[in-house]
Nanobody, 127 residues
Framework: QVQLVESGGGLVQAGDSLTLSCEASGWAVGSYAMGWFRQAPGKAREFVAVIWWSGTNTYYEDSVKGRFVVSKDNARSTVYLQLNSLKSEDTAVYYC????????????????????WGRGAQVIVSS
């Protein structure tokens, strides 16, 4: 049984930083792509960033490029999302997801491509 568990959410002030973790268990990660998505109140879930377990390729949504950093620790089967220079519009529930079906960046934002999802971590940014 594949499980993804996010942690590290919380309440911060605008301009602060926060690091989210996503620990994966119950599988051989292989060539899976690990994506981060977020869902703000009243809005659709949207793609944030992705990293592949094999190699170092990453890709970011334009609004977070230069502020967020996605990384991984293969030994710990954990993916991280460092959120810097936070803005009130970054307030959302952040989800990590895993996919064995994403081969290139053209489909990284397609939620249906991700087979496994975590339950999410709430991030609230006060202005």
């Amino acid at each position: 049984q594949v499980q993804l568990v996010e942690s590290g959410g919380g309440l911060v002030q605008a301009g602060d930083s926060l690091t989210l973790s996503c620990e994966a268990s119950g599988w051989a990660v292989g060539s899976y792509a690990m994506g981060w998505f977020r869902q703000a109140p009243g809005k659709a879930r949207e793609f944030v960033a992705v990293i592949w377990w094999s190699g170092t390729n990453t890709y970011y949504e334009d609004s977070v490029k230069g502020r967020f950093v996605v990384s991984k620790d293969n030994a710990r089967s954990t993916v991280y999302l460092q959120l810097n220079s936070l803005k009130s519009e970054d307030t959302a529930v952040y989800y990590c997801a895993a996919s064995a079906r994403i081969a290139d960046v053209r489909s990284v934002g397609v939620m249906a491509k991700y087979e496994y999802w975590g339950r999410g971590a709430q991030v609230i940014v006060s202005s």
